[in-house]
């Protein structure tokens, strides 16, 4: 009897998960009031409608997305009941290249190079999650961006630091979020300890590095492709598609399925306008959650492992993000088989096992106050609400406690500008 853990058996089944659920989804969408497509999807192709037609996406009221995703999905508008479904195949399909960039990154010097057994297992916490494949089923984009920011890690491992510098600029465009990253990657690619070793000032022992050859090259292009593309999209759209792709985000105000502490401000602003208009606090909300994120952690952490300082501020920014919902988990569950390999909770199954049930449990506790509040017309913002989402942040911060402390273990590697160049680094030279 051969392996279950093969290439054509993970990706197979894989696939074979998303075509049942998508096969679902058809049925529910056509037999049950509650629609197995989400809401978001509709934004999508509306506004894919709208390009087709020659007028701008954001003619769709409630689309916060760059134009490249409603031209993506203009195939949707086609005749035909079944072309409305190709975003959701696009997006199911990203998921399954986003878990062969997993095996190939596992399979790396950088994962460890890992046998392929061993790697499809730790990808298939991706391939084969049910979350995953729901999310993306649905109607969701998180997928796509899945591809860009795995990719992303899959160059700068590689030393593709050109395509690098395109695919952050990419997807710094497509969701804003993966800026968070550029520091990260800036630290990590100038973290050769040896090439400092006998410097003799703060500037040339620890900011020298960073404009590194690879690092300008990398910050080039990816400000390039940045900018390009938002230039582009200002010229066809307007002011409309920074204040609906960027700005939005700054003052966004959403207290409906989010697991935010700041769900309640968050719900008290959107109903008392005069309240909202004396302290915008979301409008500060996310200084904290870029202090950590992205200046905090990888001062820390890149240096170390870039992969785990990825997940680490990824984690941090969805958990201290005003609006949190399942879909934002996606972002750092796709980093997840990156760093479980060496983690804590794996070496230690009591600590693992103590992790997962707190967390998924503290969600069950809100969405069970969710229900009660919205399908049963029960009052449960306080203390239901607020207390369950203050448990869930209070168990965000421990687990990311346990990544940080995971990742800050793990000694620093030797990656800087020798291997751009022609120059050797000295450990190269040591084995000649």
Not at 13 to 39: E, M, N
Not at 40 to 60: E, I, K, L, M, Q
Not at 232 to 240: N, P, Q
Request: aromatic share 14%; hydrophobic share 50%.
């Amino acid at each position: 009897m051969g392996s279950f853990w093969t290439p054509s058996v993970i990706f197979g089944g894989a696939t074979v998960l998303r075509i049942v659920l998508f096969c679902y989804g058809l049925f529910q969408d056509a037999y049950s009031p509650l629609k197995y497509t989400d809401i978001d999807y509709f934004v999508f192709t509306d506004a894919a409608r709208y390009v087709g037609r020659g007028r701008s996406p954001y003619d769709r009221e409630t689309y916060r997305y760059t134009p490249l995703l409603a031209w993506l999905l203009i195939p949707t508008t086609w005749s035909g009941a079944a072309w409305f479904s190709f975003g959701k195949g696009i997006f199911a399909t990203a998921d399954i290249l986003t878990g062969w960039l997993l095996v190939t990154i596992l399979r790396s010097q950088t994962g460890g190079n890992m046998s392929m057994e061993k790697s499809l297992k730790y990808a298939s916490i991706w391939l084969l999650n049910p979350m995953v494949a729901t999310i993306s089923t649905r109607g969701s984009s998180e997928g796509l961006l899945g591809v860009m920011v795995i990719s992303l890690l899959w160059a700068i491992v590689n030393r593709h630091i050109k395509l690098a510098g395109l695919l952050l600029g990419l997807a710094v465009h497509f969701k804003i979020y993966p800026v968070i990253y550029a520091p990260a990657i800036l630290l990590y690619l100038a973290s050769d300890p040896a090439a400092t070793k006998g410097a003799s000032t703060v500037f040339a022992k620890y900011v020298a590095p960073v404009f590194s050859s690879d690092n300008i090259t990398m910050t080039i292009y990816s400000l390039l492709t940045f900018v390009g593309l938002n230039l582009a999209m200002y010229i066809l759209y307007g002011y409309s598609f920074l204040q609906h792709t960027y700005l939005h985000h700054i003052t966004r105000i959403d207290h409906r399925h989010n697991f935010s502490p700041y769900n309640i401000l968050l719900y008290l602003s959107s109903s008392s306008p005069a309240a909202a208009s004396t302290f915008h606090f979301e409008s500060i909300a996310f200084l904290p959650q870029l202090l950590f994120s992205a200046i905090l952690i990888p001062l820390v952490l890149a240096k170390r492992d870039l992969a785990g300082t990825m997940l680490a501020q990824t984690f941090a920014f969805v958990a201290l993000n005003k609006v949190c919902t399942s879909q934002y988990f996606i972002w750092f569950l796709m980093l997840v088989p990156l760093y479980l390999p060496d983690s804590s909770l794996l070496s230690k199954p009591r600590l693992g096992i103590t992790a997962g049930a707190l967390w998924i449990g503290a969600q069950a506790l809100w969405l069970w106050q969710g229900y009660e509040l919205e399908f049963l017309g029960r009052s449960t913002f306080v203390p239901g609400l607020w207390g369950s989402g203050l448990l869930f942040y209070a168990v965000n911060m421990w687990i990311l406690g346990i990544i940080v402390a995971d990742v800050g273990k793990k000694p620093i590697t030797a990656v800087s500008v020798y291997r751009s160049s022609d120059e050797k680094s000295p450990a190269q030279k040591s084995k000649e």
